[in-house]
């Protein structure tokens, strides 16, 4: 089946530095791909949407400056989280439609942490 | 606008017992519905998905779901849990590609 890498699935920065994460999918052309935020214990909340190509969309509340998003070819699509603050610390998962079987493909998800 | 409720936020079931997880959704337009399932610090693994045809949906690990349109509720079932079954189960909706999830289910089974 359709298969998303998300990477990394952990990292811990810095106050101030900026993080990049990758989702790749894998054995399909991901022209759109959603980026969520997870908060412990909660559901998830969309924060935008990239299109391969174009620029993303986000949602109502989310600092676009602040989560750069970038959707530079069919198969990869990143989030920087920009001159990070420990409030950024959370679990952040992207996920592609799969037009195949009418479905959506999840990265296993990248819990950061900012200190 | 599509809205999703998860009835239950905690559910303590004993092995092997049967289980239910409510879902009711609130939409102006036909959806289509999923469950999903999110072990630790993982990310979602679709359990099943009704789109059109047949009201009862069966998923992977015995799972199966009932959509009943004028109750406008997609209801997940299990006849008997495993230890294994312990996770968070999410229910989402969308009218095209843009999902709506609700607040999540916390399933515990214990032995």
Known sequence: GAVVSQHPSWVICKSGTSVKIECRSLDFQATTMFWYRQFPKQSLMLMATSNEGSKATYEQGVEKDKFLINHASLTLSTLTVTSAHPEDSSFYICSAPDSRNYGYTFGSGTRLTVV | ?111
């Not at chain 2, 559910?11 to 997880?21: C, K, N, R, S």
């Not at chain 2, 690990?61 to 349109?69: D, I, L, Q, S």
């Open chain 2, 1 to 111: 606008a599509q809205s999703v409720t998860q009835l239950d936020s905690q559910v303590p079931v004993f092995e092997e017992a049967p289980v239910e997880l409510r879902c009711n959704y609130s939409s102006s337009v036909s959806v289509y519905l999923f469950w999903y399932v999110q072990y630790p610090n993982q990310g979602l693994q679709l359990l099943l998905k009704y789109l059109s045809g047949s009201t009862l949906v069966k998923g992977i690990n015995g799972f199966e779901a009932e959509f009943n349109k004028s109750q406008t509720s997609f209801h997940l079932r299990k006849p008997s849990v495993h230890i294994s079954d312990t996770a968070e189960y999410f229910c989402a909706v969308t009218p095209d590609y843009k999902l709506s999830f609700g607040a999540g289910t916390t399933v515990t089974v214990r032995a």
